[in-house]
């Protein structure tokens, strides 16, 4: 037997060009005959999994699985190179498995997903298999797992197109109280989904990037005043600020305070500015978050009652239950997003696959 040394097994790679176990593995297999091994990837389809690695995956799908108890939940996004594929029977399967594979493994990188063993084949052999059969290059790109701690629930949501999945996890007061808010938080997923929030709260935010929104809010603004005044319909109001991060205590004070001077001047009885005041201070906060609810999911008016924040259903929700609900882990998956999507001429495209 010759001795299987990193030399040859870069050799092997750079020959075929699969990865670096698979020839390996190849290698011990064919007790290092070269040749041989080489043979053996290509009866197993590995090295022409390699040669489609460099082609474009944006299309695929987003998958989300949930575990019977809401306690664990993991979203993934696997990408191939047409929707076509994405559509097929084995595809969707592989999709699938992989996701609740990643669930059950508790990987946190690809790298460790690769490692990790699947109905007993190493999944980055497994996976390049799969690539192999259904022909085209196929990429986990991301994926994502939240956990529920005690008294805790996780739920999530794939729309049915497969293109976009949302996982939301929250902390609550009790046991009963994480179980009988689990449809709930599903829900709130699907308004996710539609919506498109980008972060959980406003304390996310950076300063740098509210700064740069509030100058770009301003301007929309005046641009749209400008035709609003040339078709002579009623301007919008320009805001004073834009995220719950700029009001300070001190510029709800002085809000507060501007409102009592002006219900003082209509002549309204001090007695009645306390059922007064909440409300326009509700208002005043809702008309100056304006990024807070383009981007985080808690300031976003809820899609099944456009009169109350995500923040206010979650209060109301949880004094429903007799409890307390705390959102605190949010992830959203959308496919293919930030990826650059190849143009290619078809006539091209078939040339190509006949060399």
């Given at each position: 037997m010759a001795e299987i040394t990193a030399a040859l097994v870069k050799e092997l790679r750079e020959s075929t060009g699969a990865g670096m176990m698979d020839?390996?593995?190849?290698?011990?297999?064919?007790?290092?005959?070269?040749?041989?091994?080489?043979?053996?990837?290509?009866?197993?389809?590995?090295?022409?999994?390699a040669k489609k690695a460099d082609r474009l995956a944006s299309e695929g799908l987003v998958d989300v699985c949930?575990?019977?108890?809401?306690?664990?939940?993991?979203?993934?996004?696997?990408?191939?190179?047409?929707?076509?594929?994405?559509?097929?029977?084995?595809?969707?399967?592989?999709?699938?498995?992989?996701?609740?594979?990643?669930?059950?493994?508790?990987?946190?990188?690809?790298?460790?997903?690769?490692?990790?063993?699947?109905?007993g084949t190493v999944f980055e052999e497994y996976f390049a298999t799969k690539v192999a059969t259904i022909g085209e290059n196929l990429v986990v790109r991301r994926f994502a797992t939240l956990k529920a701690g005690a008294n805790g629930v996780v739920?999530?949501?794939?729309?049915?197109?497969?293109?976009?999945?949302?996982?939301?996890?929250?902390?609550?007061?009790?046991e009963k109280t994480a179980m009988a808010a689990s449809e709930f938080i599903r829900n709130l997923c699907m308004h996710a989904?539609?919506?498109?929030?980008?972060?959980?709260?406003?304390?996310?935010?950076?300063?740098?990037?509210?700064?740069?929104?509030?100058i770009g809010i301003k301007a929309d603004i005046e641009k749209e005043n400008e035709e609003l005044a040339r078709l002579k319909k009623p301007?919008?109001?320009?805001?004073?600020?834009?995220?719950?991060?700029?009001?300070?205590?001190?510029?709800?004070?002085?809000?507060?305070?501007?409102?009592?001077?002006?219900?003082?001047?209509?002549?309204?009885?001090?007695?009645?500015?306390?059922?007064?005041?909440p409300g326009q201070l509700e208002r005043f906060i809702a008309d100056n978050t304006q990024l807070d609810q383009q981007y985080t999911l808690l300031s976003q008016f809820y899609?099944?009652?456009?009169?109350?924040?995500?923040?206010?259903?979650?209060?109301e929700k949880a004094k429903e239950l007799g409890g307390k609900i705390e959102l605190v882990g949010y992830v959203r998956f959308e496919l293919g997003e930030g990826l650059e999507k190849k143009a290619c001429d078809f006539a091209s495209e078939v040339a190509e696959q006949l060399k």
């Open positions: 020839c390996k593995k190849a290698l011990v297999d064919t007790e290092g005959n070269f040749e041989a091994a080489k043979d053996l990837l290509r009866e197993k389809g590995l090295g022409k999994a949930v575990n019977a108890d809401f306690k664990v939940a993991t979203v993934s996004e696997i990408n191939a190179e047409t929707d076509f594929v994405a559509k097929n029977e084995g595809f969707i399967n592989l999709t699938k498995d992989t996701t609740a594979h990643i669930q059950a493994m508790d990987v946190q990188s690809t790298e460790e997903l690769m490692k990790t063993t699947i109905n739920n999530g949501y794939v729309h049915s197109n497969g293109r976009v999945g949302v996982l939301i996890a929250a902390n609550c007061d009790s989904a539609a919506m498109k929030p980008s972060f959980l709260s406003y304390t996310e935010l950076d300063a740098d990037f509210v700064e740069k929104e509030t301007l919008k109001r320009m805001p004073l600020f834009v995220s719950r991060v700029q009001l300070s205590d001190e510029v709800l004070a002085n809000a507060k305070a501007e409102m009592e001077a002006e219900l003082k001047a209509q002549g309204k009885p001090e007695q009645i500015w306390d059922k007064i005041i899609v099944m009652d456009d009169k109350k924040t995500i923040a206010q259903v979650v209060e």
